[in-house]
């Protein structure tokens, strides 16, 4: 803080010119405080214009509005469409193995899960985790209680766990060849099918002493028949229990990503053509969205007069003549009680049309 004096003296100087070398050095720094402001200036001018291209980047692709493109009549109610999303939820944890996880979220949500529901999945990836270990035994007890079931599906599940075993003794090198021999036995119901690979695994016992990693049949010792048995026994075990392999929360998921920005097209357009009513059941999409054949779980029929999807209200129906289309087609094809094939001259009684299933 100035003192009294020196106020006194800067008060004195106020009415006295600059010396030139002190008006050079208050230039000098009016100059330089300038050119300064003016970069600050010119990057901020920079770096605001990056940001706000961030800012409408994100704008573009994230839309606020992306509850709108489902119209809430899809759902009963939002306590039922709470409840279905909570149950896809905890059915993909007990599928991904995530049991104690899953279990948190129903103590959480007070959903209540029977313990029929849970017990596909416990089993499921107790076989799982034993397979991850490369223990055969609870894989193969489960496939011998299953054996005719495993049969009906064209299932190869139950030789390829004794194969494995088959190698795994084939492994331990000549002390386990008798042992090897002796298990051998089990080929025998599957030696129809699976002749040729029986011989193959057979015919290694002569490079036994010589050891397997160097003979012609090094590729039975690969470590990828243990993912591809954790697979098979996945797919086998999904299908014999009545489960999809994929969760149904992961595949609505994917199938969500593909369709979501064509449905937020499509949505844009209704709304600008202000073309109401053109979306307006709650099971059927306005237009087809091309998913890929991994999404394909059944058969669709389209009609081929209306060109619409048929469905539980609108089935198709197969004429006297062979042909198929759909019932309201049907309808609106009737003339004087009669209808005549769109596709040959036939004329029939709408009455004989029968209901088909694909």
């Known amino acids: 803080m100035a003192g009294p004096g020196s106020l006194r003296s800067m008060a004195a100087l106020q009415g006295t010119p600059l010396s030139a070398t002190l008006s050079l050095v208050m230039s000098q720094c009016c100059r330089k405080i300038k050119d300064t402001v003016q970069k600050l200036a010119s990057d901020h001018k920079d770096i605001h214009s990056s940001v706000s291209r961030v800012g409408k980047a994100i704008d573009r692709n994230f839309d606020s ?33 995530m049991l104690g996880v899953a279990e948190e979220l129903c103590q959480e949500s007070t959903l209540n899960v029977d313990l029929d529901f849970k017990q596909p999945f416990l089993e499921l990836n107790r076989i799982l985790e034993a397979l991850h270990e490369q223990d055969l035994g609870p894989a193969l007890e489960w496939a011998v209680s299953h054996r005719q079931r495993l049969l009906e599906l064209n299932s190869s599940l139950e030789f390829k766990l004794h194969r494995l075993h088959f190698i795994r003794l084939l492994a331990g090198g000549p002390e386990k060849q008798l042992e090897a021999l002796s298990y051998a036995r089990h080929f025998q119901p599957f030696a129809r099918l699976h002749q040729r690979e029986i011989q193959v695994m057979m015919g290694s016992l002569v490079y036994l002493r010589l050891g397997l990693e160097k003979s012609p049949y090094c590729h039975l010792l690969d470590n990828s028949h243990w993912a591809e048995i954790c697979e098979t026994f996945t ?14 929360l992961s595949v609505s998921f994917a199938s969500g990503c593909v369709a979501l920005p064509v449905l937020m097209n499509i949505k844009a357009v209704i709304e600008q053509r202000q073309c109401t009513g053109v979306w307006s059941h709650k099971d059927e ?10 999404c394909w779980y059944h058969s669709v029929f389209a009609c081929p007069i209306l060109r619409q999807q048929t469905s539980d209200s609108n089935p198709p129906i197969k004429l006297i003549c062979g042909h198929v289309i759909s019932r309201d087609a049907l309808n609106k094809l009737i003339n004087g009680g ?18 088909i299933i694909f």
């Open 65 to 97: 509005e992306i509850c709108g493109v489902v119209s809430d009549a899809v759902w009963d109610s939002r306590e039922k469409q709470q409840q279905i999303l909570q149950m896809a939820i905890v059915e993909h944890l007990y599928q991904q193995g």
């Open 235 to 248: 797919r086998d075990a999904c299908s014999l229990l009545g489960l999809s392999v994929e969760s149904p």
């Open 285 to 294: 999409l306005p237009i087809e969205i091309e998913l890929g054949m991994k």
């Open 338 to 355: 009669k209808l005549k094939c769109p596709y040959c001259p036939m004329e029939q009684n709408p009455a004989d049309g029968k209901r």
